[in-house]
């Protein structure tokens, strides 16, 4: 079994023979998942904690499902109403998590970094379900999960990422997975949602979607997080859904079987185009939530194995 991790907190630490070990289980998943019985055993007499300090409905709905499937006690905490509000540090969450003995701890987070803390803290494994700005690995990984079934493979595509590249953990982490499979990997959005020196990080950086969707094999458009700005990074959702938009002109620079991708949740009229988004023979973005619940089922059967392993 090539997965040598006792944490799953970004994409930035695997080799790509672990991505392509997750992606290969994920797909037994699907068959599951889409058969009469849907449940495993792997995590049967575990118990997985879900923490949310973020509001989130399809992630933390995914990491849920996955979890029963598999046979886990699942119980998601209400870190909203939690003693982290009353002053509680996080440290001292963590040793209160010990103190039950979790085996799997998913973690959602507005602070970068703050998931790796608890890794370090706590006696469990941990899966990063998007930390601030810096990663959602299990989301890159449904990405390519989607990728790889619809192209037959994920080494050498072209990859376009379009949109509010600056707020996004997710783009982060599908530049790192993307570029592990040697793929070319093109930002496009305004020089404002475009982070500084994101042209060192190995990618192209195009304002133009005229020039960054030509011939691309994969559109994926990104949300505008208004929730995380804190100026006037757009003119207006008019003007940027005119110039950044995904409509069926910009998407005819892509090749004619591009397949269009989109994390969710969809601003439909500023981001995409309501049509384009339903377009059964473009786009994927129901195949990604699909692919979401059994990529999550693979990272947590895998990580359950080392922790069994280890002890």
């Known amino acids: 079994m090539a997965f040598r991790q006792d944490h799953l907190l970004g994409i930035e630490p ?7 070990t997750i992606l290969d289980l994920a797909e037994t998943y699907v068959d599951l998942n889409r058969g009469s019985q849907k449940h495993g055993q792997a995590l049967k007499g575990l118990t997985q904690i879900n923490m949310f300090f973020e509001n989130s409905t399809r992630t933390l709905a ?23 509000k009353k002053g509680e540090t996080l440290i001292d969450t963590a040793l209160t998590l010990n103190a039950m003995h979790p ?8 602070h970068s970094g703050a998931v790796d803390l608890l890794a370090q803290k706590v006696n469990a494994a941990v899966l990063n379900a998007g930390d601030g700005r810096h990663e959602h690995p299990t989301q890159a990984l449904l990405d390519a999960l989607t990728i790889r079934r619809a192209k037959g493979r994920l080494h050498r595509l072209t990859v376009a990422i379009c949109g ?33 020196g994101a042209a060192d990080w ?28 804190d100026g006037g990074f757009i003119p207006s959702e008019r003007e940027y859904y005119h110039r950044y938009g995904l409509d069926a002109e ?19 009229g500023v981001e995409i185009d309501g049509t384009i988004a339903d377009d059964i023979n473009r786009s994927v973005i129901q195949e990604q939530v699909e692919m979401g619940v059994a990529v999550r089922m693979a990272a947590m059967d895998l990580l359950a194995q080392n922790r069994r392993a280890r002890v």
């Open 164 to 196: 509010d590249i600056a707020h996004s953990r997710v783009a982060r982490s599908n530049i790192w997975l993307l570029g592990k499979m040697e793929s070319r990997i093109r930002l496009v959005g305004p020089p404002t949602l475009i982070p500084a």
């Open 103 to 110: 085996d799997l701890l998913v973690v959602r987070h507005p």
């Open 250 to 268: 910009k998407l005819g620079h892509a090749k004619p079987d591009a397949i269009v991708m989109h994390p969710g949740p969809m601003n439909r």
């Open 62 to 84: 995914s990491f849920e499902i996955a979890g029963q499937r598999l046979g886990a006690d699942v119980m998601n905490m209400a870190m909203q109403a939690s003693s982290i």
């Open 202 to 229: 190995g990618v192209e950086v195009h304002h133009d979607m005229k020039a960054g969707l030509a011939d691309a094999d994969v559109v994926m458009m990104l949300r505008l997080q208004r929730e995380r700005m």
């Open 14 to 20: 695997l080799a790509p023979d672990e991505i392509t």
